[in-house]
């Protein structure tokens, strides 16, 4: 039995979302662009103070930890609040995340959560702690989010009532072929390293990961992954859908470190799959049934 999570309802025409930050300040020159292509798509963008605060602590994070956690919460909370989409990434969603309270929340009905890179985080521990599914998407202040191919991506993902929807990824890399069922899973890949042994970090048995990253490098990236690989990330792991590298060093070396630690694994595995940084990039859900086809390069959520 694939351990799915809880899905949010579709959203649908009208759908308030939530607007607000959990790691670095939104870039304001874009902000407005996001809010105004949710309008245009049929929601009502609900601004919190995280959406526009700058850096009171440090100049990379919005506002304190305690602003951020406290916004998080009461969008969580409120049952006007149809969806919660993140304004950035960056850093901070750890310590948000350490200063939340977690307490009255199991009976509350699933939301969307949407975002990524940093936003990882968040999205580990809403599947922990809450057992809801989420979303790693564009966020309202990054340039992906008006773009039209990325935001189409995520509306089709979170609009859609009837499954299955296959993602296809044409351009990817088979690196061990094979079909498989898993629950997707992952995303950032130094935010999950960077959860290891935390009270947030969600490891599904039958995990079809995601793994992704910007500026890092090869050296890196290899250390990253070798950590998971002893944390036991992959032990039970059913795939491995490896997203971009973007502006990650040498393309050519980093071709050969994805096979060297993932090929090994035995399990169906892709590389260069169009999810992650870079723009012209898919959406990809977290906690939901699905079959990775490693030699077609698609992905059915069922």
């Keep these: 039995m694939i351990s799915a999570l809880r899905r949010p309802a579709p959203l649908r025409a009208g759908a308030r979302i939530g607007v607000?930050?959990?790691s670095s300040p939104s870039t304001l020159r874009r902000l407005d662009a996001g809010l105004d292509t949710l309008r245009f798509s049929g929601f009502e963008p609900v601004l919190y103070d995280t959406a526009t605060v700058r850096g009171t602590v440090f100049d990379w994070l919005a506002g304190t930890d305690r602003q951020r956690a406290d916004d998080l919460r009461k969008a969580l909370l409120d049952r006007d609040i149809d969806a919660i989409f993140l304004v950035s990434g960056g850093y901070g969603s750890q310590r948000t995340l350490e200063a939340f309270d977690w307490s009255g929340l199991e009976e509350i009905e699933p939301k969307f959560i949407v975002g990524y890179s940093d936003v990882t985080g968040l999205l580990e521990a809403v599947?922990?702690?809450?057992?809801?599914?989420?979303?790693?998407g564009p966020m309202v202040s990054e340039h992906e989010f008006a773009e039209s191919y990325s935001?189409?991506?995520?509306?089709?993902?979170m609009k859609t009532e009837n499954l299955p929807l296959t993602m296809s990824f044409p351009a990817a890399n088979t690196v061990t072929a094979g079909r498989t069922e898993g629950v997707t899973c992952g995303g950032n890949l130094s935010l999950l390293a960077g959860s290891v042994g935390t009270d947030t970090a969600w490891i599904p048995g039958d995990g079809i990961w995601l793994l992704e990253d910007e500026t890092e490098s090869p050296e890196r990236i290899d250390t990253m992954l070798?950590?998971?690989r002893r944390a036991g990330y992959f032990e039970n792991a059913a795939g491995v859908i490896c997203g971009t590298w973007h502006d990650s060093g040498d393309a050519k070396v980093l071709s050969q470190v994805v096979p060297d630690r993932l090929g090994t694994?035995?399990?169906?595995?892709?590389?260069g799959a169009n999810i992650g940084h870079g723009g012209h990039v898919q959406s990809y859900p977290i906690g939901v049934a699905a079959t990775l086809d490693a030699g077609a390069r698609t992905l059915t959520l069922d």
């Design 265 to 271: 694994l035995g399990i169906p595995t892709i590389e």
């Design 20 to 22: 607000l930050g959990v």
């Design 127 to 136: 599947a922990a702690r809450l057992g809801w599914c989420g979303v790693m």
């Design 151 to 157: 935001f189409s991506s995520l509306i089709r993902l």
């Design 226 to 228: 070798t950590h998971l």
